[in-house]
């Protein structure tokens, strides 16, 4: 300790560990090329740890008896399953990382349900089907191109972290399109239609691009 150094020993080294510390906690919120957190944050994106709430206002909550999903639309099968129908197709796990446009993304979720390839193969796209439009109970729509609602990663959804899936985040069942921003991810879903040609939903509707991939911030359009 130099003369005219007023910081006691022991403060410094208080102030050193706090500093390094607020370095490591940087490093994980910027990032830096090889940082694991870092590539795995989209650009733009903040990490969190709580799960927020977006929706238009209403918290469908359905019957589970009068539940039912509908697949319909430019398909050889149309499908219409009940609740225990569509607990009695082949269940699957996914971990994955949610971004959504607004700016937050949260990491690992554990999801169960059934997967979009499943659906897909029950219901049978025809040859000139390449659109999917999501329809949910509180009147919300959403669109994707139906070779990436066939994506090996997309689940519809009833679980979440080994609970079911509460109404607030669009339980019984939501889709989960963890490649693409968490707009696409419809909650309540109803029905899909599976189209020939593209129909723009609620967001995309209202400037949100129509793709919306996280990795090259198509935000909006
Ligand atoms: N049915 C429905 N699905 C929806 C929405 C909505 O308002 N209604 N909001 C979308 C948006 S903008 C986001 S970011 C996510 C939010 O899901 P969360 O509330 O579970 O975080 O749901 C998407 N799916
Ligand atoms: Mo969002």
Redesign the pocket.
């Known amino acids: 300790m130099t003369e005219g150094d007023d910081t006691a020993p022991k403060d410094r080294e208080k102030l050193i560990r706090a500093k390094e510390q607020w370095a490591r906690d940087g490093r994980l919120l910027t990032g830096r090329p090889g940082d694991p957190a870092r590539d795995r944050l989209p650009p733009g994106q903040r990490l969190v740890t709580d ?6 206002g209403v918290t469908p909550r359905p019957d589970p008896e009068k539940w039912r999903l509908r697949v319909d639309g430019l398909v050889e099968r149309a499908l219409i399953l009940d609740w225990q129908e569509f607990l009695g197709l082949p269940q699957t796990h996914l971990t994955t990382d ?1 971004h ?3 700016g937050w993304s949260r990491f690992d979720n554990a999801w169960e349900g059934v997967t979009a390839r499943a659906i897909l193969e029950a219901v049978r796209p025809k040859a000139d089907a390449r659109h999917c439009i999501f329809y ?3 009147g ?1 729509t ?1 669109n994707v191109r139906l070779d990436r609602f066939a994506g090996e990663d997309v689940l519809l959804a009833h679980r979440w972290n080994g609970e079911a899936l509460t109404a ?3 339980g019984p069942v ?1 889709v989960v399109m963890p490649r693409w921003y ?2 696409k ?4 879903l109803r029905r899909i239609e599976i189209s020939a040609v593209d129909r723009p939903g609620y ?1 995309e509707e209202r400037g949100y691009h129509n793709d919306g991939d996280p990795w090259t911030e198509e935000r909006y359009s």
């Open positions: 799960w927020p709430v977006l929706d238009l949610i959504c446009v607004t949910s109970r509180d919300y959403t607030e985040h669009g939501r968490f707009w991810s419809a909650k309540w967001w």
